[in-house]
Every structure is written in structure tokens, then in C-alpha cells.
């Protein structure tokens, strides 16, 4: 039974694109959790310096300014410099610290899907496009790059702020503060509405993608056919069309995040405006000083700001968890062809006797065609033949057979008297000479090569 494609496997206990899909990220963070911890310290040094700025602002303007005291105006501006230097180098660690994580998981990520993808079996490209399985390999692991390099960090940075100062907040003014929690859900409506929306569309961006690089990798594998039939300008519409039908996806989602961008930060600075008003009437009447109200305003634009960064990173992370369930289903596809627990040896030196006994077997991708029907013939050692007959007889699958690319449906192969599934493939290609029909050149020197 063939594997099925990639992006068709997935954890069926989730649903599709949920974020809970990024979990199983952690296997790949797990082992830089020395770096994770010190750049969660940073984090929070960094979140705790920001939220401690209203504070100090809250008695800049109490007893420096409305005070007249110069000398505490003087302290002040000592210590924001030496807050500031600490912000700075925070921020610096953070920065640097996230942004290794994310590059290293990706390598680590990159490196784990190729080692699995050489080991599936020439039956699952049968009924797999490749260009969908290199999307995978560069597109999403890129996409992850962004998201556990930076996108993550600003989320939970953004999210430490929003409850940090929502805490100020309520201490600063519990009157304003109830004003403003009045405003969440004016703020959840739009983001949970249009942030399924925006997952949608981003899964379907990353589909079109993925066709660009299947149509374009078909066209270049096939150039000479192409070119044979001066097919040119009919690729060139198609694959138009297709590029076309990519941004219109990519135009669709990149509108739907910025209404989401939009509505959420009009609605929480204009509830912000509003809120000013009203504490600019409680300082006139003398429920709350002037510090209070400043250190509120900047705690409220903090907050205010805080919910408009995660809103914006929430499409990020969503596009992020289609990219992983990707990825994870690509790792999870099993190869058809392995080594048994525990192989038979071949014999040493090889003897190169070879038997097809009633053999019947279809391609993956032509199940109800029967590329071999009933093959029988012995080889005895140090015999020579040829297999000869007309193009489509079955030539070629004889030897892919013979190098246990496929399994045949029935009957059964023999190379020296031992039966193909009970040896490691591996010690049976290396003792057969392969010269393909078409030599294939990799990027490497002549003698890699």
C-alpha cells in the first residue's frame, strides 16, 4: 500500500492547523535548554525593566516635577540611563539568543527530514510529488526559521507585558482599569473571527507555493520533452497562471491580517482616548495625581501595544503549525523497503545466481496495470543474458526489482539462494553494478561523480 503524501499526514487528535501542533517543536528545542533558560532571564529582565519604567515615571512626575524638586530630577535621570543600559543588554541577549535557537532547530530539523527522506522507498515518490517534499524541506523550514527565531519571543515578550502592566493597571486605578478590561472582548472578537480566516489562508498560500515548485520541477526534469514538442509557451501560461493564483491566495491573507492588525489597534487606542479623557477628570477633581494617571497612560499603551503585537504574531505562529504539520508528517511517512531485525547474510564472495519465481507486480501509481505478470527464469552463476522486448515490457523493472526498489505483489526474488526481503538491502545493491539508461551528473567532481 503506498505512503500517502505529506502533507496528508498529520496527528488526527489535533485539528488542522491548530497551534498546539507547534509542541512538537520541543523535541528539536529540547537540547538547547541552557540557551532557552537564559533567554527566557533576558526576557523577563527585559519586561521586568519596561514595566518598572512607569514606576519610576509615576514619582518622576509626583515629587520632581509637580514637587519643583531638581535634585530627584537629577537621581532620575541617572538611573533611566543605568535602566536603559540594562534594557539594552537584555534585549541584546535575547535577541542573539532566540535568534541561535531558531537557526540551530532548523538546521537540526533541515538535517533530520533529508536523512528521512533518503530512506523512502522510490514507491512513495511514485505517488509523491517531489517538488511538494522540497517545499517541505525549504519553504516551511524557513517559515519555522522566522517564527521559533523571532516570532515566538516577540509573542511571549508581548504576552508578559500585557498581564505585567494589566497587573499595574489595576493597582495604578481600579476604576479606569475596569474601563479598560471592558474594551477585551471588543478585541478577542476580531482576532479569534479573522484568525481562523488568516490560518485557512495560509495554508492554502503554502499549497500554491508548493504547486509552483511541482509544475516548475516537472517542466525542468522534463526539458527535453518539452522543448521536443516546443511546449514552451504553453508552460510558460501555465505556470502564469499558477504564480497569478499564488499572490491572489497570498494578496487574500495579507488582507486578512492587516484588518485583524487594523481593527485590534483602532479599537484599543481608541479605548485608550477615551480612558485618557476620563482620568484627565479624575487628576482635575483630585481622585488620582498626575503621576498615577501618567504611569496609567504608559502602562495602558503598553498594554494597548502588547495586544496589537500578539494579535499581528498569532498569523505568524498559526502559518508556523501548518508548516510543522507538514514537516511532522513528512518525518512520520515509514519506508516500504527495510532491513529486516535481523538480515540473512549473502554469501561472500557473491556467486550471482538469480531467480524470479511467478513475479507479479504493479507500480504504485498504475495499480490496475500489471507491469509483470507471472515472470519466471533462473540465472545460473557466471551465465551471461539479456532481456530484450519492447518498450513498456517490463526491461527496467526486472532491475528495480532485482535492486529491491519495489516489492513484487506475488511470487518471489532470489539473489544466491536468498530470498530479497530476508536481506539488508543495503549488502545487496553493493554487490550489484548498476549502468543507468540516463547517467545522472550531481553537483560534485569527477570523481565523487
Not at 198 to 224: C, F, K, N, P, T
Request: overall charge positive; proline content about 5%.
Amino acid at each position: 500500500m503506498s505512503s500517502p503524501s505529506p502533507s496528508g499526514l498529520r496527528d488526527e487528535r489535533l485539528p488542522r492547523g491548530s497551534l498546539k501542533l507547534l509542541g512538537q517543536l520541543w523535541q528539536f528545542v529540547r537540547p538547547y535548554k541552557l540557551q532557552l533558560g537564559c533567554a527566557i532571564a533576558a526576557l523577563l529582565v527585559a519586561a521586568g525593566t519596561v514595566l518598572g519604567l512607569g514606576m519610576g515615571l509615576r514619582r518622576l512626575v509626583d515629587e520632581g516635577f509637580s514637587a519643583g524638586n531638581a535634585a530627584l530630577l537629577n537621581q532620575a535621570v541617572l538611573v533611566l540611563f543605568g535602566v536603559v543600559i540594562l534594557l539594552a543588554a537584555a534585549i541584546y541577549a535575547r535577541f542573539y539568543l532566540v535568534s541561535w535557537i531558531g537557526e540551530r532547530v532548523v538546521a537540526d530539523i533541515r538535517k533530520r527530514v533529508f536523512d528521512h527522506i533518503l530512506t523512502l522507498s522510490p514507491a512513495y515518490y511514485e505517488v509523491t510529488r517531489t517538488g511538494e517534499v522540497l517545499s517541505r524541506l525549504t519553504t516551511d523550514t524557513t517559515l519555522l526559521q522566522t517564527v521559533v527565531g523571532s516570532s515566538v519571543s516577540i509573542a511571549i515578550r508581548n504576552a508578559l507585558l500585557l498581564v505585567g502592566g494589566s497587573v499595574l493597571l489595576l493597582i495604578t486605578s481600579t476604576k479606569l482599569t475596569a474601563l479598560v478590561f471592558l474594551v477585551v472582548p471588543l478585541v478577542l472578537l476580531p482576532i479569534l473571527t479573522y484568525g481562523r480566516r488568516v490560518r485557512r489562508l495560509s495554508r492554502d498560500s503554502q499549497d500554491r507555493i508548493a504547486d509552483l515548485g511541482v509544475y516548475a520541477g516537472e517542466a525542468l526534469d522534463a526539458i527535453r520533452t518539452v522543448q521536443a514538442f516546443v511546449h514552451e509557451g504553453e508552460d510558460r501560461r501555465r505556470f502564469s497562471a499558477r504564480v497569478e493564483d499564488a499572490f491572489v491566495t497570498a494578496r487574500r491573507r495579507i488582507g486578512a491580517r492587516a484588518m485583524l492588525t487594523a481593527v485590534v489597534i483602532v479599537l484599543v487606542f481608541g479605548a485608550v482616548s477615551v480612558i485618557l479623557w476620563i482620568g484627565g477628570h479624575d487628576v482635575l477633581s483630585g481622585r488620582i495625581s498626575a503621576g498615577e494617571l501618567s504611569a496609567f497612560v504608559f502602562y495602558a499603551i503598553i498594554v494597548a501595544g502588547s495586544a496589537g503585537a500578539v494579535s499581528e504574531v498569532i498569523g505568524d505562529l498559526q502559518r508556523a503549525a501548518g508548516a510543522t504539520e507538514r514537516l511532522m508528517g513528512l518525518l512520520e511517512a515509514e519506508p516500504e523497503i527495510t532491513a529486516p531485525a535481523t538480515p540473512r547474510a549473502l554469501p561472500v564472495p557473491a556467486r550471482g545466481a538469480v531467480s524470479f519465481e511467478r513475479v507479479v507486480f504493479h507500480y504504485p501509481s498504475r495499480p490496475d496495470r500489471s507491469a509483470l505478470q507471472g515472470l519466471s527464469f533462473t540465472i545460473e552463476p557466471g551465465e551471461k543474458v539479456a532481456i530484450v522486448g519492447p518498450s513498456g515490457a517490463g526491461k527496467t523493472t526486472v532491475f528495480q526489482l532485482l535492486l529491491r526498489f519495489y516489492d513484487p505483489q506475488n511470487g518471489s526474488i532470489r539473489v544466491d539462494g536468498v530470498a530479497l526481503p530476508e536481506a539488508d538491502p543495503a549488502d545487496l545493491r553493493a554487490r550489484i553494478g548498476l549502468v543507468p539508461q540516463e547517467p545522472v551528473v550531481f553537483s560534485a567532481d569527477a570523481w565523487e561523480n
